[in-house]
């Protein structure tokens, strides 16, 4: 492993760790270790009821995804099960639990977090999870 994917896993590993812990509040953390141009996607894409999770191409409109995730669902856990590390890319593979705040259901899926990392911060983000869960718990 080089000395940049250690680097690139370290910062993420510090990352989750303030998610987990401080239940999805570190918003201003993983913030500060992207680039202002980062690209940042998830996979539900905006879709309807979870308009939040649109693309993003800059920190600004990813604060926007924070914003919405935090008015609509209350984390109960975000565990990251392995890292995975090729040059400037970093998958976190993880399980991760929510409780939707409006319809009362939990969401329990596994997640896989794709990142690219440019000048040791993150420049792309690309979620994966169980979308059809999400939106149904999203659903009344």
Not at 61 to 86: C, K, P, S
Request: aromatic fraction near 12%; hydrophobic fraction near 40%; proline fraction near 1%.
């Amino acid at each position: 492993m080089t000395a940049d994917e250690t680097a690139n896993i370290a910062v993420l590993k510090n990352a989750y760790q303030m998610w987990h812990d401080s239940k999805g509040g570190s918003v201003r953390h993983w913030l500060d270790i992207m680039t202002d141009d980062v690209k940042f996607r998830s996979l539900a894409e905006g879709t309807r009821p979870m308009e939040f999770t649109r693309a993003s191409k800059s920190k600004d409109e990813v604060e926007g995804y924070f914003t919405g995730l935090a008015a609509e669902w209350e984390m109960i856990h975000y565990r990251i099960d392995n890292y995975i590390a090729q040059g400037d890319r970093v998958v976190a593979l993880a399980h991760c639990s929510f409780r939707h705040k409006r319809t009362g259901k939990v969401l329990e899926t596994p997640k896989a977090d794709f990142h690219r990392f440019r000048g040791g911060k993150i420049c792309e983000f690309f979620e994966f999870y169980d979308t059809a869960q999400a939106l149904a718990a999203a659903t009344k």
